[in-house]
C-alpha cells in the first residue's frame, strides 16, 4: 500500500525530532528518489574547552552550535579537562536578606558557617550550592571586605573542578595564554581546596578548583 507523500513527510519529521532528542541525529541531502532522508550518524566524543559532548552528536562545523560566533576547540595537550561544576553560588550585598528567600522562603536546607556563608551538598542536582557574602568574595579574590569599584559587582559564582591539585596552576596558565585576565594564581584555601579565579565578561566569579572533599 503506498503513503502519500504529505503523510511520509509527517512521519519523517516525527522520526527526526525523536532521533534528535536522542541526540544522534545528522539530516542528509535528499535521496535519489526526492524524498527525504534521515542517517543516524555513529557517536563520536568531541572537547569543547575540555569538555566532551555527553550526547556524541556529529557536528557540520565548529560554529554551528553557537549564535554570532564560532566556538574554539580545545587543543590536544591542554591540560583544562574539567571533571564536573565544584559549586555555584550566588553572591549577594545583603545576606540577611537573600537568606529570606533561599531558606525562609524556598525552604532550602542550608548550613550557615560562622563567617555568615550558606552552604550544602545536599539539594540534588548541585554538588554543592551556596550563597556567598560579597564582603567574603572580595576578601577570597582581592584580599580586602570592599568590592573594588571599577569592576562589576557579582553575582555569581561557577567553580569547574579539575583532576588534582597541581592542574589548576597548569589550567589558570592555560587561560592566561588564551588571554584571560586572573584575578588570582592556584592558591590553597584553609579549608583544602586549591582554586584560581577571574572575572568573567557576564560579571561572574568563575573559579578552577580542586577540593579534595569532592573526590573522596
Not at 161 to 188: I, S, Y
Amino acid at each position: 500500500m503506498s503513503i502519500p507523500a504529505n503523510e511520509m513527510l509527517c512521519r519523517l519529521g516525527h522520526r527526526h525530532r525523536a532521533l534528535r532528542r536522542a541526540g544522534a541525529m545528522e539530516l542528509s541531502a535528499v535521496s535519489q528518489q526526492g524524498v527525504p532522508r534521515i542517517c543516524v550518524a555513529p557517536p563520536r566524543s568531541r572537547r569543547r574547552f575540555g569538555l566532551r559532548d555527553r550526547f556524541g552528536v556529529r557536528s557540520c562545523g565548529v560554529g554551528d552550535a553557537t549564535i554570532g560566533g564560532s566556538v574554539e576547540l580545545a587543543l590536544e595537550g591542554d591540560a583544562m579537562d574539567v571533571q564536573f561544576i565544584t559549586s555555584v553560588a550566588v553572591i549577594t550585598p545583603e545576606p540577611a536578606v537573600s537568606r529570606t528567600l533561599y531558606v525562609g522562603a524556598l525552604g532550602l536546607p542550608l548550613t550557615a558557617e560562622a563567617d555568615g556563608y550558606l552552604h550544602s551538598e545536599d539539594i540534588d542536582g548541585c554538588k554543592s550550592f551556596g550563597v556567598w557574602p560579597l564582603t567574603q568574595a572580595a576578601q577570597a579574590c582581592f584580599g580586602t571586605h570592599d568590592w573594588p569599584v571599577e569592576r562589576p559587582v557579582p553575582q555569581a559564582s561557577v567553580e569547574f573542578e579539575v583532576a588534582d591539585a597541581d592542574t589548576v596552576q597548569v589550567a589558570a596558565d592555560e587561560l592566561k595564554e588564551k588571554g584571560f585576565t586572573l584575578l588570582h594564581d592556584a592558591r590553597t584555601e584553609p579549608w583544602g581546596q586549591t582554586v584560581a579565579r577571574l572575572q568573567s565578561i557576564e560579571g561572574a566569579i568563575i573559579a578552577l578548583s580542586y577540593a579534595p572533599t569532592m573526590h573522596s
